[in-house]
Structures are given as C-alpha cells and as structure tokens.
C-alpha cells in the first residue's frame, strides 16, 4: 500500500509545482492605464467585479510588522470577477470547478522594474476549464492593447 500513497503524494506535489506557474504579460504601460485596461475589459463583457484585493498595499502595510525590509511592488492589484453563463457550463462538466472560481487576474508593477507592468493569471486545468482559461487571456491582453 506505500506506493499507492508514494505515487498520490508524487501526483500531489506535481499538481501544486503546477499551479506556481502565471500566465504572464509585462508591458512598458503605467499601472494606471493597465488597471483602466482591465476594468473595462472585465465590464465591457457585461461580467461584474466581485472584489479588488489590493495585495501590494496589503503587503506594504504589513512588512515591518511581519520583520521584512523587502519592498515586492511599487503597486498589486488582483481583480476577481465570474461569468454566470461560463461558471455554470464548467460546473456542469464537473461541480468541482467551483474550487477555480472567482476568477482572478493580477496586475503588478515590480519594485525593482518600475517601467514595466505584469498582467496575469494561473493557468487552468485540462477540460471545461480551458475555456476559462481562453476568456481569462482574451481579458489580459485587451487591456495592455495586444487584442
């Protein structure tokens, strides 16, 4: 029975290596205009924007009190929004893609590289979620302009 429970813990450890990855995008935009880019990327859909967490404020805020000297952003937003008509035919094909949704996509402007803006999203798995994973991009680069 231990190479069962090697082998689950194997696929285990693949899976999260896995969701590490980002679709990326970095332009030379100003955050500004990139957030401006993907609010009407997202409405212009008719899709809603449940939230806006702003990590990079968030992480800021935080760093001397969690004992850290390291500036990550100059600015992080992760904007999370769903599509009723898209969330209900993934969760038809199979009711555990609710784990996948909202869905996000982040904008960072790294401390380091002040010049260049990232737009992005985590890949999604192999199947109905494929298609979510094509809206997601479809977002992304409307709003840097690469449409």
Do not use: W
């Amino acid at each position: 029975m231990k190479p069962i429970i090697l082998g689950a813990a194997l696929a285990l450890a693949a899976h999260v290596a896995a969701a590490q990855d980002a679709v990326t995008y970095t332009v030379e935009q100003s955050f500004d205009d990139v957030e401006f880019g993907l609010e009407n990327a997202i409405v212009n859909r008719g899709l809603v924007i449940d939230a806006v967490s702003h990590v990079g404020e968030m992480l800021e805020r935080t760093r001397a009190d969690v004992g850290s000297d390291v500036v990550l952003y100059k600015e992080a937003d992760v904007y999370s929004f769903c599509s009723a008509d898209l969330s209900r035919k993934v969760m038809e094909a199979d009711p555990m893609n609710i784990q996948f949704c909202p869905y996000n996509v982040f904008i960072a402007q790294m401390a380091d590289q002040p010049d260049k803006v990232m737009i992005g999203y985590r890949p999604m798995p192999e199947g109905p979620m494929k298609e979510v994973e094509a809206l997601l991009d479809e977002i992304a680069r409307e709003a840097v302009g690469m449409e």
